[in-house]
Nanobody, 119 residues
Framework: QVQLVESGGGLVQAGDSLRLSCAAS????????MGWFRQAPGKEREFVGR????????RYSDSVKGRLTISRDNAKKMVYLQMNSLKPEDTAIYYC????????????WGQGTQVTVSS
């Protein structure tokens, strides 16, 4: 079992920065790729980005590339999402997830943290 808890969300203005954190516990999460997703009101959940188990490799959606950065500290069992130059369209609930069973499917999810960007 893996437990994930996100934190760091809040209300910010357009252009501001915010860093989300995801604390992992349970199985050795350093063995697994981790992802960030988001869901805006009335929309489906969308992929934001992903980081490999080692932290060496990352991949992002086109909508956030260049503004959002994922990192991880395996010793602390933490995954981070640094968000810069935030836009109102970034408003969503942000979730972290772990790909445990297979590297291409996320089977453990956090409860989410709300990010609201005002214009």
């Amino acid at each position: 079992q893996v437990q994930l808890v996100e934190s760091g969300g809040g209300l910010v203005q357009a252009g501001d920065s915010l860093r989300l954190s995801c604390a992992a516990s349970g199985r050795t999460v350093s063995n697994y790729p981790m992802g960030w997703f988001r869901q805006a009101p009335g929309k489906e959940r969308e992929f934001v980005g992903r980081i490999s188990s080692s932290g060496i490799s990352t991949r992002y959606s086109d909508s956030v590339k260049g503004r959002l950065t994922i990192s991880r500290d395996n010793a602390k069992k933490m995954v981070y999402l640094q968000m810069n130059s935030l836009k109102p369209e970034d408003t969503a609930i942000y979730y972290c997830a772990a790909a445990v069973t297979t590297s291409n499917a996320y089977d453990y999810w956090g409860q989410g943290t709300q990010v609201t960007v005002s214009s």
